[in-house]
């Protein structure tokens, strides 16, 4: 039976100690552990949720066989939304549903992120579709956080773009570089 890394429910949340170790070594970067950061996997709402619904998840089927499952049940059974845009990568039709479901694109690829860097976390592996679909969410969320800088949906009131979305924006891109090492 393989060893599976979970957070204490006690704790402050994810952290090396709690951690595989394969997780450790690679995802070396603070921000992978602090459940503060919005930016990070687990530091939003969604992600810290999701996080703690993998881990029962892992408890009780003892594995990640099917992560589509997992993402359909977190999505559309305890979040309510549709999960029908999980492989959605037309740049048109990512802005137009935004505009209509401004929160819905957020809600799932943070679900996807914090279940992809989950998965690794706790088990030290990656199931190559939940690969796929981590790509998929950081490319639309990059594409979105672009768009709306670019049609100044994010500028201060004194001019120029907040620059939480570039940290933002930098996070992402990190995040994509990482999850090519994971294995």
């Known amino acids: 039976m393989p060893e599976f890394y979970f957070d204490d429910p006690e704790g402050a949340g994810p952290a090396r100690e709690t951690s595989h170790p394969a997780f450790v070594k690679i995802l070396q970067e603070d921000f992978y552990y602090d459940c503060m950061d919005e930016f990070s996997p687990f530091g939003n709402d969604d992600g810290a949720d999701t996080l703690f619904r993998l881990q ?18 977190v999505i559309e059974g305890a979040l309510g939304m549709d999960a029908q845009h999980l492989r959605l990568t037309d740049k048109n039709q990512i802005i137009k549903i935004h505009g209509n479901e401004v929160f819905l694109f957020n809600t799932i690829d943070n679900v996807i992120i914090a279940t992809t860097f989950g998965q690794y976390k706790i088990e030290g592996k990656l199931d190559a579709s939940l690969r796929e679909l981590a790509q998929i969410a950081l490319e639309r969320q990059k594409m979105i956080t672009q768009y709306q800088i670019d049609n100044d949906e994010l500028s201060l009131e004194m001019g120029g773009v907040d620059p939480m979305f570039v940290t933002y924006l930098s996070r992402l891109e990190k995040m994509q570089e990482d999850l090519q090492l994971l294995k």
Do not use: R, T
Not at 56 to 73: Q, T, V
């Open 56 to 73: 029962d998840w892992y408890e009780e089927y003892g594995n990640l066989k099917d992560p589509e499952s997992f993402l359909k049940e």
